[in-house]
């Protein structure tokens, strides 16, 4: 559960910033993405695969 403590005399958009940074930081948001539909394992390894091949791809580019 995330949560923050408002300050005392703190302004209510600081405060809102501070728990939405904490919220992303958190991973929730990720996980319940991640839970609310179910990839068969074999998906799940080709996404990993082609995700890998991108990410090398792209520090290959930032290497030149």
């Keep these: 559960m995330v949560g923050i403590q408002v300050q005392e005399n703190e302004n209510i958009d600081r405060a809102l910033k501070r728990f939405k940074k904490k919220y ?10 991640k839970r609310t539909f179910y990839l068969k ?15 090398a791809i792209k520090e290959a580019m930032r290497d030149r």
């Design 24 to 33: 992303e930081r958190s991973g929730i948001l990720k996980e319940y993405k």
């Design 41 to 55: 394992p074999s998906i799940e390894k080709r996404m990993e695969r082609m995700k890998a091949r991108r990410r």
